[in-house]
């Protein structure tokens, strides 16, 4: 079973992002850029499922500009076997995306295709299931177990207040969540290697998608600046503050 894994390059989850003086977006000049967190843990599952005998192939697939190559080459150095970038300028939205990655899927006919349930820039949360509404196949998302029993995936997913195992018949759609594992470092030998591995570079036309966006971006805001906190004297001097200036109680 071949296992297609879909990463996307964001903002390193250590930098504090800033926002353009115009308010127009976030600000991505000179900025430390790496792979979104969700999609780290997807490559890792999609590893282990190889290393375990279950998958036999580990593909990935990023969309954007030629920056990308960069996180394709880190997932290669984790343990992927072979990289395609569809190569966009603008960063599409969403359902371009999900459409773009059906193309990929008819193409390669993974068994698996594993997302993150987020990407951390956008906080979107839908590709997935775009994904998997597109080629009408199951999904389970928010995965904190995937699990392959012959031509079936039982995945358990995080829900409010607990866990829900489903099983799903195969090709299926699985998106990750925090605690489905710990993804590993990448070791330099293995970096080297993956200077090696190949990286295919194809564009929307030739999977012949036109990539648009019904969404316009209007305005991006930092959040309000936390005001520094104050030592009390007393407990009493806490409640008088809690009960009169920040009135909680
Ligand atoms: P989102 O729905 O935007 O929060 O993203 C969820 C997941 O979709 C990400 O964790 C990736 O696995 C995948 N994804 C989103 N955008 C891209 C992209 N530009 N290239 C490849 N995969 C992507």
Same mark, same amino acid.
């Given at each position: 079973?071949? =296992?297609?894994?879909?990463?996307?390059? %964001?903002?390193?989850?250590? %930098?504090?992002?800033?926002?353009?003086?115009?308010?127009?977006?976030?600000?991505?000049?000179?900025?430390?850029?790496?792979?979104?967190?969700?999609?780290?843990?997807?490559?890792?599952?999609?590893?282990?499922?190889?290393?375990?005998?279950?998958?036999?192939? =580990? %593909?990935?697939?990023?969309?954007?500009?030629?920056?990308?190559?960069?996180?394709?080459?880190?997932?290669?150095?984790?343990?992927?076997?072979?990289?395609?970038? &569809?190569?966009? +300028? +603008?960063?599409?939205?969403?359902?371009?995306?999900?459409?773009?990655?059906?193309?990929? =899927?008819?193409? +390669?006919?993974?068994?698996?295709?594993?997302?993150?349930? /987020?990407? &951390?820039?956008?906080?979107?949360? /839908?590709?997935? /299931?775009?994904?998997?509404?597109?080629?009408?196949?199951?999904?389970?998302?928010?995965?904190?177990?995937?699990? %392959?029993?012959?031509?079936?995936?039982?995945?358990?997913?995080?829900?409010?207040?607990?866990?829900?195992?489903?099983?799903?018949?195969?090709?299926?759609?699985?998106?990750?969540?925090?605690?489905?594992?710990?993804?590993?470092?990448?070791?330099?030998?293995?970096?080297?290697?993956?200077?090696?591995?190949?990286?295919?570079?194809?564009?929307?036309?030739?999977?012949?998608?036109?990539?648009?966006?019904?969404?316009?971006?209007?305005?991006?805001?930092?959040?309000?600046?936390? /005001?520094?906190?104050?030592?009390?004297?007393?407990?009493?001097?806490?409640?008088?503050?809690?009960?009169?200036?920040?009135?909680?109680?």
């Amino acid at each position: 079973m071949k =296992v297609l894994v879909a990463v996307k390059r %964001v903002i390193d989850y250590n %930098v504090k992002v800033r926002v353009k003086a115009d308010n127009s977006d976030v600000d991505l000049a000179n900025v430390k850029m790496a792979l979104n967190p969700f999609c780290e843990i997807a490559i890792e599952e999609a590893v282990r499922l190889k290393e375990a005998g279950t998958a036999s192939e =580990v %593909v990935v697939v990023s969309i954007g500009s030629k920056s990308c190559e960069e996180q394709i080459r880190t997932a290669l150095a984790l343990g992927v076997d072979r990289g395609i970038r &569809i190569d966009t +300028e +603008e960063g599409p939205d969403s359902l371009s995306v999900a459409k773009l990655l059906a193309k990929v =899927v008819e193409k +390669e006919a993974p068994g698996m295709v594993i997302l993150g349930k /987020q990407a &951390i820039d956008s906080d979107n949360n /839908q590709t997935g /299931q775009m994904l998997a509404a597109l080629l009408d196949r199951p999904q389970g998302t928010f995965a904190s177990e995937v699990k %392959v029993e012959g031509d079936n995936v039982q995945v358990t997913r995080e829900v409010d207040g607990g866990l829900q195992t489903v099983e799903l018949a195969m090709p299926a759609i699985v998106t990750t969540d925090l605690r489905l594992n710990e993804p590993r470092y990448a070791s330099l030998p293995n970096i080297m290697k993956a200077k090696r591995k190949p990286l295919e570079v194809i564009s929307p036309d030739d999977l012949g998608v036109t990539v648009s966006s019904n969404i316009s971006l209007l305005r991006v805001e930092p959040p309000a600046e936390r /005001q520094s906190g104050i030592r009390v004297g007393s407990v009493d001097e806490l409640v008088e503050k809690l009960r009169n200036e920040a009135k909680v109680i």
